[in-house]
C-alpha cells in the first residue's frame, strides 16, 4: 500500500461566494454547469500540483457522509492505486480508532472512495485513481440541496 496525498476538498457554506471571492483575487477555477454552481466548483488544473474543489455541505454530506457540524471543513484525500487499495487503507484507519463516515463506494467520477473522521479530528478521503470505464453520471444538483 502506497497512500499519497490527492487532493483537498474545501467545504463552505456559500460556494458562490467563495468561488466569486478566489476569482475575484485571480484565482482560476474551472466553468461549471449552472445547476452546480452552489454545490461544487473545480480549482483549474495549474492552480496547484494537486485537485482542490470548493463543496457545499450538502453536497459534502452526499458524497462523503461528512457530519453537519463538521462543515465547514476540510477532507484531506489520499490518493492509492486501486479499489482494494481504499477499501484496505479505509479498514486500517478504522481499526486504528478513525470513525467511518461514507464506506467504500464506487464513486460516479470512476474511483473508489470512502471518508473517515480520523483524530485531531481530521477528516481524511481514501481515494483510487479514477478509471474512466468505471465512470457514471453524476447525480442531479437536485439530489442533495
Given amino acids: 500500500m502506497n497512500p499519497r496525498f ?25 466553468p461549471s454547469p449552472p445547476d452546480w454552481l452552489t454545490h461544487h466548483r473545480n480549482f483549474a488544473a495549474d492552480v496547484a ?22 462543515v465547514p471543513g476540510v477532507v484531506v484525500n489520499l490518493r492509492v492505486d486501486d479499489s482494494d487499495e481504499v477499501d484496505a487503507l479505509h479498514r486500517r484507519a478504522i481499526d486504528l480508532g478513525a470513525t467511518e463516515l461514507k464506506a467504500p463506494w464506487d464513486a460516479f467520477w470512476g474511483s473508489r472512495y470512502s471518508v473517515v ?21 453524476p ?5 442533495f440541496a
Avoid: H, K, Q, Y
Fill in 6 to 30: 490527492g487532493s483537498v476538498n474545501v467545504v463552505v457554506t456559500d460556494v458562490g461566494a467563495a468561488a466569486g471571492f478566489l476569482e475575484a483575487i485571480g484565482i482560476e477555477l474551472e
Fill in 49 to 70: 500540483t494537486f485537485e482542490a474543489d470548493l463543496d457545499s455541505p450538502s453536497f459534502a454530506t452526499w458524497w462523503g457522509g461528512i457530519p453537519d457540524e463538521f
Fill in 117 to 137: 473522521l480520523a483524530p485531531g479530528p481530521l477528516c481524511l478521503g481514501f481515494m483510487s485513481e479514477p478509471d474512466a470505464t468505471r465512470r457514471t453520471d
Fill in 139 to 143: 447525480p442531479a444538483a437536485g439530489d
